[in-house]
């Protein structure tokens, strides 16, 4: 009777391994394409020096006076989670299904939930890379301060990463071909990107505030910006924000389980 729990712990152990396993080899894929790897990471950072710098000493009077440059730090972290886990991992998932690549590997030794975990992990672990350069960017080329609260910002960016995970994996089931992924999910994104207040603050109450508040990529750029905003009695816990976030995350999980296909689409 004692053997029981010892062998269910270490048949977990084995699972964690074996995901830990495929998480590296989805790394390693990813970083030996020096190009694609740098124009990931480097595309927010890029626009985050060149918009700061544009911004210079600009401050924005309905956000408590702060710098425009505080505003785009928690901004573009956000837009490294979404651009990660959203962009990038449904565009992978739609060329791996459409080269045959899902169905190979679903044949393999590797168990189905053990591919999928080790994917969508291994674009949390890019889009961390990608937060933690923009916050060093943050600090050291504009002095932008670190989250207030910690934890507050770490929650935001983890319910970020899984909603726009699930969101991800869905889109993927939409798109029908290979060559329609770049195009199709690159305008949507960055159409909502534009929408939602990340090249420039939207000013609250406003109609483009009311539109964009249907969507989750305004709700998770406030969500990370709460735990850095200073005025005087805010919250850096965005209650509100990470519900509709996670909501979000609940029905691309549903979309996605329903229309995911291993086998490319025919015809």
């Known amino acids: 009777m004692s053997a029981s729990p010892a062998i269910g712990s ?12 495929q998480v590296r080899y989805e790394q390693l894929s990813f970083w030996l394409n020096p190009v694609g790897a740098v ?6 950072v890029v ?3 060149l918009l700061g710098a544009t ?43 459409e080269m045959g690549l899902l169905k190979r590997l679903r044949l393999s030794p590797l168990p189905t939930w053990a591919l999928l975990s080790a994917i969508v992990l291994s674009s949390m672990v890019i889009a961390t890379v990608e937060v933690v350069i923009l916050l060093a960017v943050g600090r050291l080329g504009f002095s932008v301060h670190f989250p207030d609260n910690v934890g507050a910002f770490v929650v935001a960016i983890v319910v970020g990463m ?6 991800g994996v869905a889109m993927s089931t939409l798109v029908p071909n290979q060559g329609a992924a770049g195009p199709v999910v690159s305008i949507i994104f ?16 406003s109609g483009l505030a009311r539109f964009s508040s249907y969507f989750p990529v305004h709700h998770l750029i406030s969500a990370v910006f709460a735990p850095f905003d200073t005025q005087k009695g805010a919250s850096p816990w ?15 999980a549903i979309v996605a389980v329903r229309r995911w296909k291993w086998s490319p689409r025919r015809g």
Request: charged share 10%; net charge positive; glycine share 10%.
């Open 10 to 21: 270490f048949e977990g152990f084995s699972d964690v391994k074996l995901v830990g396993r």
């Open 39 to 44: 124009f990931t990471v480097g595309f927010s």
């Open 47 to 49: 626009f985050l020096i």
């Open 55 to 97: 911004a210079g000493n600009t401050r924005i009077s309905f956000y408590g006076n702060i710098r425009l440059v505080q505003y785009y730090v928690p901004g573009f972290a956000a837009y490294g989670v979404m651009a990660a886990c959203f962009n990038i991992l449904a565009i992978t998932l739609v060329n791996r299904r």
């Open 162 to 167: 899984l909603c726009f995970s699930a969101l």
């Open 190 to 205: 960055f159409v909502l990107l534009f929408l939602s207040g990340l090249w420039f603050p939207i000013k609250p109450g």
């Open 238 to 252: 965005a209650w509100h924000d990470l519900l509709v976030v996670a909501i979000w995350g609940v029905v691309g």
